[in-house]
């Protein structure tokens, strides 16, 4: 088993965390990029203009699952705590024992 010192913990922590962030922004550019083409190819084809609500169907479940996943990405730190994960399997660890 490897011994991994407090830094290398933080830092694998932090670019486990980066991985994360990064993947929601991907996530809201394709979103975003898929949408605006769906959204102007619907109001060509079908002649009805912006006004119509089944232009915007995917925009809006897409979002509602866009918006989950930015939660599971930035929510936990603003409810819990920086820290809380951390000490939490301190907490854990320490009970084991």
């Known amino acids: 088993m490897e011994n991994f010192n407090d830094s290398d ?4 922590e932090a670019k486990k965390r980066v991985k994360r ?9 394709i979103y975003v ?26 925009a809006i479940f ?5 918006a989950g996943h930015g939660l599971s990405v930035f929510l936990p730190n603003l409810i819990l705590g920086k820290n809380w994960e951390e000490e939490k399997i301190r907490e854990l660890m320490n009970k084991n024992k």
């Open 62 to 66: 897409w979002g509602i699952g866009l």
């Open 33 to 58: 990029l898929v949408n605006v083409g769906l959204i102007i190819t619907n109001t060509s084809i079908t002649g009805e203009g912006f006004s119509s609500i089944d232009t915007y169907w995917t």
């Open 21 to 29: 962030i990064k993947g929601f922004y991907i996530h809201a550019l």
């Open 9 to 12: 913990i933080k830092y694998l």
